[in-house]
């Protein structure tokens, strides 16, 4: 069974848009971490955030915030005035105590934004 | 940037052959990993590591197996490739298990095309 479920294949915006991401995660767990992930074009993948279950405030980066709610089990990431340079593909994972703590990831989400 | 080098970073085989792809990294970092990434599929964890020779299987190691000899070398070996196993694959170290530790890093990636 899926993990982790980014029901987003594709979001495509103009720039300067806001654009939010939905992850929805299943674990019966209660210590656990979520992670986001970005993809840009040229192929690696770069670390964004991670998030353990026992810190549900939500966070900031520059244009970039989560919205963490274990409540609907969701942790979802919204960018802010998008970019050009934000087009990727964006991946939530999940870090599990009963799965040894590897990451599950999910399917991603392209963002594709047009200037 | 995590020094994480794999290689070769392109490979076109025939169905069949053997593929060996090696991944190096120069952190000293006890957990290595394998996953394949397809589409609608995000990241897939083939095998993994948490030390010299001590291996483990991830979700979808069937066609697949690995070594590790020293900790800064994770070879990961198909046997008798094919076609399914067209895909690009990632090598990604961490220091402790993944997600308790923090961020995992991630090689550039290896694209394998099995004709």
């Known amino acids: 069974a899926q993990k982790v479920t980014q029901a987003q294949t594709e979001i495509s915006v103009v720039e300067k848009e806001d654009v939010t991401l939905d992850c929805v995660y299943e674990?019966?767990?209660?210590?656990?971490?979520l992670f986001w992930y970005k993809q840009p074009p040229s192929g690696e993948l770069v670390f964004l955030i991670r998030?353990?279950?026992?810190?549900?405030q939500n966070e900031i980066s520059g244009r970039y915030s989560w919205n963490f709610q274990k409540s609907t089990s969701s942790f979802n990431f919204t960018i802010t005035a998008s970019q050009v340079v934000d087009s990727a593909v964006y991946f939530c994972?999940?870090?599990?105590?009963?799965?040894?703590?590897?990451?599950?990831f999910g399917a991603g989400t392209t963002v594709t934004v047009r200037a | 940037d995590a020094g994480i080098t794999q290689s070769p970073r392109h490979k076109v085989t025939e169905t069949g052959t053997p593929v060996t792809l090696r991944c190096h990294q120069t952190?000293?970092?006890?957990?290595m990993y394998w996953y394949r990434q397809d589409p609608g599929h995000g990241l897939r964890l083939i095998h993994y590591?948490?030390?010299?020779?001590?291996?483990d299987k991830g979700e979808v190691s069937d066609g697949y197996s690995v070594s590790r000899s020293k900790t800064e070398d994770f070879l990961l070996t198909l046997e008798s490739a094919t076609s399914s196993q067209t895909s690009v694959y990632f090598c990604?170290?961490?220091?402790?298990?993944?997600?308790?530790?923090?961020?995992?890093?991630f090689g550039e990636g290896s694209r394998l095309t099995v004709l």
């Open positions: 990604a170290i961490s220091e402790n298990q993944g997600g308790r530790a923090g961020e995992l890093f």
């Open positions: 674990t019966r767990d209660t210590t656990y971490y």
């Open positions: 998030r353990n279950s026992f810190d549900e």
């Open positions: 994972a999940l870090s599990e105590v009963s799965n040894d703590y590897k990451l599950s």
């Open positions: 952190e000293n970092h006890r957990y």
């Open positions: 590591s948490y030390g010299v020779k001590d291996t």
